[in-house]
C-alpha cells in the first residue's frame, strides 16, 4: 500500500530564515508527487507536480525536488504570509491521491 | 466566483441520522473527487467519478456511505446512520484532465456528530 510520511510535523521559523520539508514516500510506480498548501478551513491548494528524479519546480519561495525515495519544498527567507500546512501527496494505479499528514509551517515577523 | 462550491459549509447532527453534502465542480471539469480529512491529518481518498460515472470507491467507504453524480454535474455524498467517527472534513475536488494529481479542491464541508 502507498505511504507517504512527512517531517517535521511542525515548524517555526523567523521571518527570513530559510528551511526544508521532507516528504517521503514508498508507492509501487510512482506517476507523480505532488504539493499542496492548505491555510486553516480552506481546502488545499496546487502547487507543484513533479514526475521523475533530478526534477525542480519553482514557485516564488518555494522550491520542489524530487528523488526516488523523497522530495523535499524548500522556502527561501520566508515571510509570514508563508504560514500554512504543506501537504505532499504520491499518485500510482488509478485516480486517487495519497496524502501525507502535512507539515504546519509558521512563519513569525 | 467559479471555483469549487461546497455545501452546507457547516453541519452537526446526532448519532444515528442521515446526512448529504453538495458539491459544485467548476463547470468545464468532468472529474469529480471526495476526500474525507480529519485534524491533524492529510486528506483521504473516498471516490472518484468521471462524468457520471463512479470509477473509484475506498475499500475504506463503509455501506453507510453513497456518492453519486447524477447527469456528470453536481455531486451528493451522503452518509447514512452516522457515528461520531464520521465527524471530519469532507473535501471535493474537480479535475479537467485525466490521470492528474492536479486538483482542485473546495472549502469543505464540516461534519460534527454528537
Known amino acids: 500500500e502507498d505511504q507517504v510520511t512527512q517531517s517535521p510535523e511542525a515548524l517555526r521559523l523567523q521571518e527570513g530564515e530559510s528551511s526544508s520539508l521532507n516528504c517521503s514516500y514508498t508507492?509501487?510506480?510512482?506517476?507523480?508527487l505532488f504539493w499542496y498548501r492548505q491555510d486553516p478551513g480552506k481546502g488545499p491548494e496546487f502547487l507543484f507536480t513533479?514526475?521523475?528524479a533530478g526534477e525542480e519546480k519553482e514557485k516564488e519561495r518555494l522550491k520542489a525536488t524530487l528523488t526516488k525515495k523523497e522530495s523535499f519544498l524548500h522556502i527561501t527567507a520566508p515571510k509570514p504570509e508563508d504560514s500554512a500546512t504543506y501537504l505532499c501527496?504520491?499518485?500510482?494505479?488509478?485516480?486517487?491521491?495519497?496524502f501525507g499528514g502535512g507539515t504546519r509551517v509558521l512563519v513569525k515577523p | 466566483d467559479t471555483g469549487v462550491s461546497q455545501n452546507p459549509r457547516h453541519k452537526i447532527t446526532k448519532r444515528g441520522q442521515n446526512v448529504t453534502f453538495r458539491c459544485d465542480p467548476i463547470?468545464?471539469?468532468?472529474?469529480l473527487y471526495w476526500y474525507r480529512q480529519t485534524l491533524g491529518q492529510g486528506p483521504e481518498f473516498l471516490t472518484y467519478?468521471?462524468?457520471?460515472?463512479?470509477?473509484?470507491k475506498s475499500r475504506l467507504l463503509s455501506d453507510r456511505f453513497s456518492a453519486e453524480r447524477p447527469k456528470g454535474s453536481f455531486s451528493t455524498l451522503e452518509i447514512q446512520r452516522t457515528e461520531q467517527g464520521d465527524s471530519a472534513m469532507y473535501l471535493c475536488?474537480?479535475?479537467?484532465?485525466?490521470?492528474?494529481?492536479?486538483?482542485?479542491f473546495g472549502e469543505g464541508s464540516r461534519l460534527t456528530v454528537l
Open positions: 475536488a474537480s479535475s479537467q484532465r485525466a490521470n492528474t494529481g492536479e486538483l482542485f
Open positions: 508507492v509501487s510506480g510512482l506517476r507523480g
Open positions: 513533479l514526475y521523475s
Open positions: 501527496a504520491v499518485q500510482a494505479a488509478g485516480n486517487k491521491l495519497t
Open positions: 463547470s468545464e471539469h468532468n472529474r
Open positions: 467519478f468521471q462524468n457520471e460515472a463512479q470509477l473509484e
